[in-house]
């Protein structure tokens, strides 16, 4: 009788070992792989010395996914940026962002589905106002950590996040970046809502631990987008603490068409007590004036008002953009000790193809005081697999 149980036993764990081998075996059969070959040409005249640096760089981004195994997935996410070439007059402008050559896995992880609840640990890409990474360069930011996200409520996306570590553009050694302890960890809550038709609400809390107890930082955004069918409108504010400095801004966005253009007013304005901290990540600029090539930097400090109109349009499978822009700062607290920087900028997109696209992009700006001008042109091309 035992020996009977004992073979029913090994039995039993054969099959289901077999069971499970095959499972798997389909899930990984069912991985979906996505990829990206990219170049990329930058080139930027330095307000701080007048001169032009530029950089060619090459490289691409290798994905996969499993299907799904009893709500398990496995994802990974391979980059890899080589510098072609790079013509430095003086100081190397983009050491921190382009200048590198190498490989990084910047996805990593494991999720698991359960209704409507799907947990991931590891490595991995966050998109949220407050949290997360640039993909503005060749080596897209990368975060360390778990995220818990829950659309159990109707109309409503519930995330709750973690993040330890994190990968910049390039390790500033020109290599691509590493993962590297982001402060002493942060917390992050996010909601999003669209339960009352024709208004979008997004809100998020950001709580990150410093080294020290004063570089504790933390920061509240909340924003409000109503359709009101001729034009939509944008409200939002960001209230922050980093360390002992507290700053808030407020934001207002007005988006609608004539004809064929779509137009956009944006205005945003800081208080005078300190500057705004906007959140971990370099995409982590969710300013409604953030310039798409200077960013929104000097739009974030104190005592700041910024105004930007912008024009957009689509002939055939070209995207036209154009814009206008102005920060004023009287406390002459920005950079240089401007206390006006008036810029303007345009992008023209083109899809070949739905996988073939290209990018160029222009920008200026103008420094009321000591620094020269800053002109940034960007060439991206993109072929996705």
Do not use: C, W
């Not at 170049?39 to 005249?45: G, I, R, S, W």
């Not at 001169?51 to 290798?62: A, E, P, R, T, Y």
């Not at 799904?68 to 050491?95: C, M, P, Y």
């Not at 240089?336 to 900028?345: L, V």
């Amino acid at each position: 009788m035992k020996k009977i149980t004992k073979l029913s036993l090994v039995a039993a764990l054969t099959l289901s070992s077999t069971v499970y081998a095959n499972t798997l075996a389909e899930a990984f059969a069912g991985s979906k792989v996505t990829g990206e070959i990219k170049a990329q040409y930058f080139d930027k005249q330095s307000p701080s010395d007048g001169k032009n640096d530029s950089i060619v760089v090459v490289g691409g981004n290798l994905g996969i996914v499993t299907d799904s195994f009893n709500g398990l997935k496995i994802g990974a996410t391979f980059q890899t940026t080589q510098t072609v070439t790079r013509d430095i007059e003086d100081t190397n402008d983009f050491l921190n962002t382009m200048d590198a050559s190498g490989s990084v896995l910047s996805e990593s992880y494991i999720s698991y589905t359960l209704s409507n609840t799907t947990a991931k640990i590891g490595r991995q890409y966050i998109t949220t106002p407050l949290v997360a990474g640039s993909g503005s360069r060749m080596i897209k930011e990368s975060f360390e950590g778990a995220t818990l996200m829950n659309n159990d409520l109707p109309d409503t996306t519930l995330v709750l996040g973690y993040v330890n570590k994190f990968q910049g553009r390039t390790d500033g050694e020109k290599g691509p970046g590493k993962f590297n302890d982001f402060e002493d960890g942060a917390y992050t809550l996010y909601a999003k809502n669209n339960s009352i038709k024709e208004l979008t609400l997004q809100a998020q809390y950001l709580d990150v631990k410093g080294i020290t107890s004063s570089t504790d930082k933390d920061v509240l955004y909340f924003d409000a987008t109503y359709d009101a069918g001729f034009a939509k409108l944008s409200a939002q504010i960001l209230d922050s603490s980093n360390g002992n400095v507290d700053g808030t801004m407020y934001g207002l966005k007005a988006t609608g068409n004539i004809a064929m253009i779509n137009l956009t007013g944006i205005y945003t304005s800081t208080t005078d007590d300190g500057q705004v901290y906007p959140g971990a990540g370099n995409g982590a600029d969710s300013a409604f004036t953030a310039l798409p090539v200077h960013g929104g930097l000097v739009t974030y400090m104190a005592n700041t008002d910024t105004m930007v109109a912008v024009a957009a349009t689509k002939i055939a499978d070209a995207t036209l953009v154009a814009y206008v822009g102005q920060v004023k700062s009287p406390d002459h607290n920005n950079l240089g000790g401007s206390d006006k920087i008036d810029a303007y900028g345009g992008f023209v997109e083109y899809s070949f193809n739905k996988n073939f696209s290209t990018k160029v992009m222009y920008e200026n700006a103008k420094f009321s005081d000591t620094l020269d001008d800053s002109n940034a042109l960007r060439v991206y091309t993109s072929y996705k697999f």
